[in-house]
């Protein structure tokens, strides 16, 4: 799988959109970009995923470049609940389960009242 | 819908104690994936079935089994406890070419 590269934390204010980069210069054609969040002691919680087109969903948007070497998570209207280490990560299309995610150390999101 | 359970959510064990973890999930999904985490630290994968019958280890797979009893459960097993596994563990599952991952509650798992 490509490597991703996320910053350790970021801050960001109740009510504002909250955007979180994730480099994977490395991604291939047929790798797509996951997004998973882990809010403090629960299991990680998949978000939304994308290959080159731009994604929404009623968690998020993904916005990938048009080279795909980089990508930014959007939280529209980030809350206090959106507080969460957020991870970034590439995986083949062609997938049939048997190789599982490998999670970094993702971004440490802090919302702030 | 319970999704992806596990237990016990927490144990403490002596030193050189064994334990198994239990997980079941209720969505008919084919994969299953054992992970744990230190504190402050990411996931790492320990072991995972592609499907029932089937296990392969994963990034971190010394010094624990894990069985697929059926296509629903998915147990791990400490033989030996250290105080190096001392950790939380995450059992998760999705089903073949999907990709969302699924994830339990966690087990919290103290080794003394």
């Known amino acids: 799988d490509a490597k991703t590269t996320q910053p350790p934390s970021m801050d960001c204010a109740e009510g504002r959109a909250a955007n979180l980069p994730c480099n994977h210069s490395t991604i291939s054609g047929n790798e797509y970009v996951y997004w998973y969040r882990q809010i403090h002691s629960q299991g990680p919680q998949y978000i939304i995923h994308?290959?080159?087109n731009n994604e929404t969903n009623e968690m998020a948007s993904l916005i990938i470049t048009e080279d795909r070497k980089s990508s930014t998570l959007i939280l529209p209207h980030a809350t206090l609940r959106d507080t969460a280490v957020y991870y970034c990560?590439?995986?083949?299309?062609?997938?049939?389960?048997?190789?599982?995610?490998?999670f970094g150390s993702g971004t440490r999101l802090q919302v702030q009242p | 819908n319970a999704g992806v359970t596990q237990t016990p959510k927490f144990q403490v064990l002596k030193t050189g104690q064994s334990m198994t973890l239990q997980c079941a999930q209720d969505m008919n999904h084919n994969s299953m994936y054992w992970y744990r985490q230190d504190p402050g630290m990411g996931l790492r994968l320990i072991y995972y079935?592609?499907?029932?019958?089937?296990?392969d280890k994963g990034e971190v797979p010394n010094g624990y089994n894990v069985s697929r009893l059926n296509k629903r459960e998915f147990s791990l097993r400490l033989e030996s406890a250290a105080p190096s596994q001392t950790s939380v563990y995450f059992c998760?599952?999705?089903?073949?070419?999907?990709?969302?991952?699924?994830f339990g509650e966690g087990s919290w798992l103290t080794v003394v």
């Open positions: 079935s592609a499907s029932e019958g089937t296990t």
């Open positions: 994308g290959l080159k």
């Open positions: 990560i590439v995986r083949p299309i062609m997938d049939t389960g048997r190789r599982a995610l490998t």
């Open positions: 998760a599952s999705s089903e073949a070419r999907r990709f969302s991952i699924y």
